[in-house]
């Protein structure tokens, strides 16, 4: 199996919502990743999880708050969004060699 | 910003021609990878290339890398329209493992 699979594909709430993107993958990959993405843009990192310790936070809003239950999940809370946090929210997984397997996203809207 | 350039922004071609994408970086690196992405989707892993290589081949894509200029090209060889997405390098530094820097990308239009 070398999916990681990202629900739900697409997303709509309010600035009071409190919702929750999630993540999996199969393949024992020890790190794992949540990137931002806008229209016409690279990905932006936001969060990168190894052996299911946060590692890397690149000073992102705490509006968002991520969770690694284990080695295979990875979740994005959300609470209080902002209308230009709409992207997509793209989850990736590696293993030491560095390539990075991405998810297909969760396009959310902040109404 | 550390964010790598890639030129051109966009390229159109038609079937079965070449297209070349550069991607120049800003920092020592330990590889430099290329994604693909089609429209809203997410991003695929083409070819990973180590600091130590200067050539690599992956069916009709070929991507070299030059160190003493921060810069990298991706070849794709007769191009089919199947090939139209968008294509990122990206790189890791040498201390910061597992933070990958995208370009800002090359969207590649091939008309059948």
């Known amino acids: 199996d070398t999916e990681v699979t990202q629900t739900p594909k697409h997303l709509v709430m309010g600035m009071t919502n409190k919702k929750s993107l999630k993540c999996e993958q199969h393949?024992?990959?020890?790190?794992m990743y949540w990137y931002k993405q806008k229209a016409k843009k690279p990905p932006e990192l936001m969060f990168v999880y190894s052996y299911e310790k946060l590692s890397i936070n690149e000073s992102v809003p705490s509006r968002f708050s991520p969770e690694c239950p284990n080695s295979s999940l990875l979740n994005l809370h959300l609470h209080a969004l902002q209308p230009e946090d709409s992207a997509l929210y793209l989850c990736a997984s590696s293993q030491d060699t560095g390539e990075l397997f991405f998810g297909e996203g969760s396009r959310l809207t902040v109404l | 910003s550390q964010q790598g350039e890639e030129d051109p922004q966009a390229l159109s071609i038609q079937e079965g021609e070449n297209a070349t994408m550069n991607c120049s970086y800003k920092t020592s690196i330990n590889n430099l990878q290329w994604y693909r992405q089609n429209s809203g989707r997410g991003l695929v892993h083409l070819i990973l290339?180590?600091?130590?290589?200067r050539e690599k081949h992956s069916g009709r894509l070929r991507v070299t890398l030059d160190t003493s200029k921060k810069s990298s090209s991706l070849l794709i060889t007769a191009s089919r329209a199947a090939d139209t997405a968008s294509y990122f390098c990206?790189?890791?530094?040498?201390?910061?493992?597992?933070?990958?820097?995208f370009g800002q990308g090359t969207i590649l239009t091939v008309h059948p």
């Open positions: 290339i180590r600091s130590n290589e």
């Open positions: 990206a790189y890791a530094g040498g201390t910061s493992y597992g933070k990958l820097t």
């Open positions: 393949m024992g990959h020890r790190a």
